[in-house]
Each structure stands twice: as structure tokens, then as C-alpha cells.
């Protein structure tokens, strides 16, 4: 058998044809050979560095941008890009502001072909919150189409600065009055007091003279400065907030005496906590006092006429004279003329205990006193059920008048038989029906329904037991439960 050479001549032509073909593409390639791409031809206008245009001008040259083991592709970047190197270095200029700015390619990545615009994947993943101005209300034109870039940055610049004069350009076509007053008030820095969220940087509102408390700082800038002359913003309160209808004609203008930034409610009165209820000299609410007769708001000076720390309790008479003349006179006649002795604006008679008239349980604690005292009525009120509770038609003429016995003032449901000592079902199994005991109503009673009446035998037979015939019917005399041994039991002989 022949044997086959490891090394064959023909294989050693090939893999020198292969080793001159690797050197060639070096020489003449150079690092090439391993590029994933392209790099980017576009140019800014009239910027060189380094004597380059573009990265496309430089695109043999990997070590430029690439020096492993040697330096970091940022440090390289910013080797070229002085001008962004400068704004690092200093705090200044957008490239300061961004977080990770030494990882260039993460923002501007290139070999993506000579036609690709490095510029644009940054501003697409720029984070605008980062800088001094955020874009709040700047989303839109004041046509609403979308806002972009060049129009508050300089176009074909490093870094695209903030072109001063672009707030005034734009703010100007919509608004040329207000801006001129502007900024002859505040000159064209804007953003020297504006962060584009309607709020002013670095201003302190309390060096005006007006400190911004509680709910005042929750407030637009727009709601208290209306025209664009903020020196002119009016400081009253009562410029800003319309006096209620309930202090006109009693208070002055000085708000701030009884309210505070914090609300409007709680009040203070003489430095405390004010409610109408809580006044310890009157202890008097306006719980039915909120309206007039005429259904129009009561003012204070409808009760207070001369001010607000006296009361002339004839406007009370006079109001109320006007409405029901007829009982305000004989009213008056009775109690006296010093109303909050006895009323305290809810309906409630002070210091009366109703318990030493009619004790009020139950839903009598819940009903209105005009439920029970119509056309203000008080004295000889009656106090029987039956003279508030309409006899219902499954009760009338039979039942009797002694609701008590079976209802309280809980509630009329359920029924209970509380007073009812006799036993219902009276010997049987069951309870034997009303009507048996009860034929004609419920306030009187018979036994002769059951038990045989021959009244010669029931006489002779009670008359032994000391029975006499007057108090012969009253069966339940002496027999209360119903129990034959009963009567026995008391101590009498003989059984009836």
C-alpha cells in the first residue's frame, strides 16, 4: 500500500497562497480588515479638530479612537473634543450636566454608515430634567406643532447652545405687548428667574415683602401676578379673595386678623380658635341661622348691628316678629326678651332637663320638638300615647288606650305583652285565641266563654268559699293567673 504524505506540495502552495493574501489585506487594508462598519461623513459646519471634519476623514486610522489596554474610547473622544473636555472640566454646558458623560459611544455611537448623524441618538435619550430648564410647558409651539431643538439651541455649534434671544423671538409673536413690558421690567435674561416649570430660580419671594405660607405656595405664579408687571401684583387680601356675603357691612379689610395662609377655617378671634358655638358668653350656633326667612344668607351685622362683640337681642324679636306675629309677643310676654337664656340655635331649650316633665327614651329622643309641641305649644302638652299616636284600624275600639301594655318607646314593633300576668294558654297546649277571654274588647274579660256559668250553683258553691255575689264575677279577683289552686292557696278554704 501506498502511504500518503502528511505535507503534501499542493497544500504547502495553498496555505502560502492563504498567508500572502492576510498580508496584503494589512499592508494595503490596514485595521479595516476588523471595522463593523462605516463611520459617519457628516460634518459641522466650520468646525475642524485635529485637521478633520468628520470621523469618515480618519476612518483607517482605529487607534484614534481605539487604544485597548492603552486608554479609555472617552478619553480619546475627548482628546479631539476639547471644547466638551473644556465644559467637564469647568460645570459648564450641557456635557457637565449629563450623568456617565465619559461613556461617549452610549449617546453618539457611530460605524453605522457614512450618512448617520451621531447628534441625534443623544438628543432622542437626552434626559432635559438634568439641566437648569425643564420642558414642562415647552413640549408644544404656541401653534402646537412640536417643538424642536434649534428652536432655543444654535444650530452647526458644538454641544448646540442655548440661543439667548429664542425665549424673546418666540414669546414675542404671541404676546408683543406683554413682552416688551417684560422685559423693560426684567431685561432679556430669562433664564436668570425662569426653570421653564413656572417657577422663578434662585428668587426669594419673602424679600418682597410677601412670604408665600402654606396654601400660597401651591399656587401658579399666573394666579396672583395676571398681567406681566409683577411689581404691580396687589398684596390685600381682599384684592384676591371676595369678601363673603356673611361679613359685609361688619368687618374691615384686614383678613389677616382672623385667617390665616394655612385656610380660611378654623378662624381665630382675639388670638384663639373661633367658632360661633365655642364663644363662651353665648354658646349660641348658627345651625339654623346660616339663612333668613327670605332664604337669603344671614350676615353678621343682621345679629350684630353695632359690631361683632355685642349682641342686640331685639333683632332677634324684630326678625323673628316679622315672620310669626302672632307668637312672638305673648312669647315674649312669658319668658322675657333674653332669647339665649333659653335657645341656643338648635332647636334646644338651654339648661332644661325634659326629664322632670317627660322623660324623652327612645325615638322620643330623636323626634323634633315641633313633633310634639305644634304651633310652639309647651305648656299642658298632653302626654298620653293616644294623643300623638293615631289609633290604628286593627286596634280601634278594642284594644283601649293603655299602649304601655304592649309597646314602649323603642320602637310600636314587636309588640309586647308585658302586662299580662294571666296565663294564655290556660291549661291547654296552646295559647287560647283573644277573643275567647276577650269578646267584645281588650279592658274587659270573661271566663264564661269556657267554663259553665249556672249562676245558682256558682253562687251556693263561691258563697261557701266567702265569696259574695258582688265580687262574684271578677273571676280574676282571685284567680289572676288562672290557676284553680289559687284561691287556695291564699289561705281561704273550701274550693269554689
Not at 486610522?61 to 471644547?83: I, K, V, W, Y
Not at 439667548?164 to 413690558?181: I, L, N
Not at 401676578?225 to 398684596?235: E, F, G, M, S, V
Not at 284600624?393 to 314593633?413: N, V
Request: hydrophobic share 30%; with cysteine; aromatic share 6%.
Amino acid at each position: 500500500m501506498r502511504r500518503l504524505p502528511v505535507v503534501s506540495l499542493s497544500s504547502l502552495f495553498l496555505a502560502l497562497a492563504l498567508l500572502v493574501g492576510i498580508v496584503t489585506a494589512l499592508v494595503f487594508g490596514g485595521e479595516q480588515l476588523f471595522s463593523p462598519g462605516a463611520l459617519s461623513a457628516k460634518a459641522e459646519a466650520a468646525s475642524t479638530l485635529n485637521g478633520f471634519t468628520s470621523h469618515a476623514q480618519f476612518e483607517k486610522e482605529c487607534q484614534r479612537c481605539h487604544q485597548p489596554l492603552q486608554a479609555s474610547q472617552g478619553t480619546l473622544c475627548l482628546d479631539c473634543h476639547t471644547s466638551i473636555a473644556k465644559q467637564i472640566s469647568q460645570k459648564q454646558g450641557v456635557h457637565s450636566m449629563v450623568q456617565g458623560v465619559q461613556t461617549c459611544r452610549a449617546c453618539h455611537p457611530d460605524h453605522k454608515g457614512k450618512d448617520f448623524d451621531g447628534v441625534q441618538p443623544a438628543l432622542a435619550r437626552f434626559d432635559h430634567t438634568q439641566t437648569t430648564f425643564r420642558l414642562n410647558v415647552h413640549q408644544v409651539n404656541f401653534d402646537s406643532t412640536p417643538m424642536d431643538c434649534l428652536a432655543c439651541h444654535e444650530s452647526g455649534t458644538a454641544g448646540l447652545p442655548f440661543a439667548k434671544d429664542s425665549c424673546v423671538k418666540c414669546h414675542t409673536t404671541h404676546d408683543p405687548p406683554g413682552m416688551a413690558r417684560h422685559q423693560a421690567d426684567y431685561g432679556q435674561d430669562c433664564l436668570a428667574c425662569h426653570d421653564g416649570a413656572d417657577r422663578m430660580i434662585g428668587f426669594d419671594h419673602t424679600a418682597t415683602g410677601f412670604a408665600l405660607q402654606d396654601k400660597h405656595t401651591q399656587l401658579v405664579c399666573t394666579q396672583c401676578h395676571t398681567t406681566a408687571n409683577l411689581k404691580t401684583t396687589p398684596r390685600a387680601c381682599s384684592q384676591c379673595h371676595a369678601q363673603p356675603a356673611v361679613h359685609q357691612g361688619v368687618f374691615q379689610q384686614e383678613c389677616d386678623a382672623c385667617h390665616t395662609a394655612a385656610g380660611w377655617t378654623p378662624a381665630t378671634f382675639d388670638g384663639k380658635v373661633f367658632t360661633h358655638a365655642s364663644l363662651a358668653d353665648v354658646k349660641f350656633t348658627l345651625a339654623h341661622h346660616a339663612r333668613g326667612y327670605n332664604d337669603q344668607p344671614l350676615t353678621c351685622q343682621a345679629c350684630h348691628p353695632i359690631d361683632v362683640q355685642h349682641t342686640d337681642q331685639t333683632t332677634c324679636q324684630q326678625c323673628h316678629a316679622k315672620h310669626e306675629p302672632t307668637f312672638m309677643q305673648p312669647h315674649v310676654d312669658r319668658y322675657g326678651a333674653d332669647c339665649v337664656v333659653c335657645h341656643d340655635g338648635v332647636d334646644r331649650i338651654a339648661k332644661f332637663d325634659h326629664a322632670q316633665t317627660y322623660p324623652l327614651q327612645g325615638k322620643h329622643a330623636e323626634a323634633k320638638c315641633e313633633d310634639c309641641h305644634p304651633q310652639k305649644r309647651f305648656r299642658d302638652t298632653p302626654t298620653p300615647c293616644v294623643a300623638c299616636h293615631k289609633d290604628p284600624a286593627i286596634h280601634a275600639g278594642f284594644m283601649g288606650s293603655a299602649c304601655e301594655y304592649c309597646h314602649s318607646t323603642t320602637a310600636w314593633q314587636p309588640a309586647l305583652l308585658s302586662k299580662h300576668i294571666f296565663q294564655l294558654s290556660h291549661g291547654s297546649q296552646q295559647q287560647v285565641a283573644c277573643a275567647v277571654c276577650h269578646p267584645k274588647n281588650y279592658q274587659e274579660n270573661t271566663c264564661f266563654g269556657c267554663h259553665d256559668h249556672q249562676l245558682p250553683a256558682i253562687t251556693q258553691s263561691h258563697t261557701k268559699a266567702g265569696i259574695s255575689a258582688a265580687d262574684l264575677p271578677n273571676c280574676t279577683r282571685c284567680h289572676p293567673t288562672g290557676s284553680k289552686t289559687e284561691y287556695k292557696s291564699s289561705g281561704t278554704s273550701g274550693t269554689p
